[in-house]
């Protein structure tokens, strides 16, 4: 029965999360990575690029256990969730930018979330192991990441008023379905879930910190503005720890419960940290208010 949920019920759960992304978005949400290709590139190179790289340096230098490192890059390759859109609005952050982040993200992680976990797999499971996302994986998870979206965007386009009713129920069902995700994987594990934390607690603190220092950090070295780097370090720093969880876990993808600990461990400690960042990046906005651009 727990071999049919999760085989079952996790692709569905996944679809009705893309689903309720997809209510949100318009073709115009796209087009705006014309209007702020400085913050845009910055942002997409770092999640893309540096984070796998820096996720994987951290992975060698901590000697996590290779189920765990590959889980640990999983969570890298993973793209903004639509939780940074929320925090980015707390904090002050340019929403809009972070919408493009996250549909822009969510599409380019077919192809490079497939990558990274292949790599990884190959590097820390050995040359027997062949849980990567192979081809038939990929048109999998296209399958379940962009049908569900485009259906999402169709009624939105089609029927406004229609797409705005259904936007609460489906974000509901979506915090239900993390939450019974990260409930599951922790029974599951409950035997060992103590010693997970010790052993990637500390892994997963790290790179959410540097997720939230590159993401603002990195844009605002290249001189772009505090409002777009906010939204950029929110969308860098808050991973969508549900698809890496269901990604991990379900049978048809990696089928490894344990490779799902980290996004789990992540998907608690991130709303402290996101918290905390979005608390000291604009403590000094009061003073600064008169030198901002509008």
Do not use: W
Request: with cysteine; net charge positive; aromatic share 6%.
């Amino acid at each position: 029965m727990d071999s049919a949920l999760t085989a079952i019920g996790l692709p569905i759960a996944l679809g009705i999360i893309m689903l309720g992304l997809g209510l949100g978005l318009t073709v115009a949400d796209f087009r705006r990575v014309v209007q702020f290709p400085k913050p845009a590139l910055i942002a997409l190179a770092c999640q893309a690029l540096l984070l796998p790289a820096l996720c994987f340096g951290l992975v060698l230098a901590l000697d996590l256990r290779p189920e765990l490192a590959v889980g640990m890059m999983l969570l890298a390759a993973s793209p903004g969730g639509t939780t940074a859109n929320l925090y980015s609005h707390l904090f002050g952050g340019h929403v809009a930018l972070n919408v493009t982040l996250t549909a822009v993200n969510s599409v380019l992680a077919v192809v490079t979330l497939p990558v990274i976990v292949n790599l990884s797999a190959a590097r820390f499971l050995g040359d027997g192991a062949s849980i990567g996302l192979q081809f038939d994986k990929v048109l999998q998870v296209f399958a379940i990441v962009l049908i569900p979206v485009a259906i999402g965007m169709a009624l939105r386009a089609r029927n406004e008023g229609l797409a705005a009713r259904l936007a609460r129920p489906v974000k509901i069902v979506s915090v239900i379905v993390l939450v019974a995700v990260i409930a599951g994987t922790v029974l599951r594990e409950r035997d060992n879930i103590a010693d997970y934390l010790v052993a990637v607690g500390v892994a997963v603190l790290i790179f959410n910190v540097i997720s939230l220092a590159i993401g603002y950090g990195a844009p605002r070295l290249a001189g772009v503005g505090r409002r777009e780097s906010i939204a950029a370090g929110m969308e860098i720093g808050i991973h969508n720890s549900t698809l890496a969880i269901t990604v991990a876990v379900s049978p048809a993808l990696l089928d490894s419960t344990e490779m799902a600990i980290p996004a789990a461990v992540y998907g608690i400690l991130m709303f402290f940290t996101a918290a905390a960042f979005g608390y000291l990046v604009t403590r000094r906005r009061p003073a600064e208010v008169g030198s901002s651009s509008a």
